[in-house]
């Protein structure tokens, strides 16, 4: 996998944008944990659109210990196959965007307190010029997720936005 999103951190660690967004929020800080926050780094190059999502897994499953009991663990497994499928977010039809890859982190694998879910899914787009938008439906999957921070890089551009319930879709600027 060409890894777009690594390469989007990078760019962005030196970028104005990224200061802006730390700078009206106060704790917007990546990868910070914060219960009803997520946050989503998206980059197109080429016919490639990579989407990393990191979030608090309380936002996605309602608690953060690693499943115990047979509710918690079906829970999990639905939750995975949700984020895996992808069909948690909307892109255009005109796109023809395919999922090629997707990699889902073990939230458990470090000891603590709190658990971070980490999905990152690759398609591949035959009109990638036509991504101007992306509606994110895990506002209505994720009962306890409010928020989600998004650094973008795509058509040449670069930008941040905050999404929620009510603004739950992300503009982009296409290439055409
Ligand atoms: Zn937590």
Not at 54 to 77: D, I, R
Not at 111 to 116: F, I, N
Request: proline letters at 4%; glycine letters at 6%; one cysteine or more.
């Amino acid at each position: 996998m060409r890894n777009l999103v690594k390469g989007l951190l990078l760019c962005l660690a030196t970028a104005p944008v990224l200061a802006l967004a730390s700078d009206t929020s106060g704790h917007a800080e990546h990868g910070a944990h914060v219960h009803g926050e997520a946050q989503l780094m998206l980059a197109t190059d080429g016919d490639l659109l990579e989407i990393m999502l990191q979030s608090p897994a309380a936002n996605l499953l309602g608690f953060e210990q690693k499943p115990a009991t047979e509710a918690q663990q079906s829970a999990w497994q639905q939750q995975q196959a949700l984020l895996k499928s992808g069909q948690w977010l909307q892109l255009p039809a005109i796109a023809q965007c395919v999922l090629q890859q997707q990699q889902l982190e073990d939230p458990w694998a470090k000891a603590g307190q709190h658990a971070d879910i980490s999905i990152s899914l690759s398609y591949q787009c035959k009109a990638a010029e036509l991504l101007n938008e992306v509606t994110f439906t895990l506002f209505s999957q994720a009962a306890d997720l409010q928020q989600i921070d998004v650094q973008w890089v795509s058509g040449g551009q670069q930008g941040a936005a905050t999404l929620s319930t009510k603004q739950p879709v992300l503009q982009l600027p296409g290439t055409e």
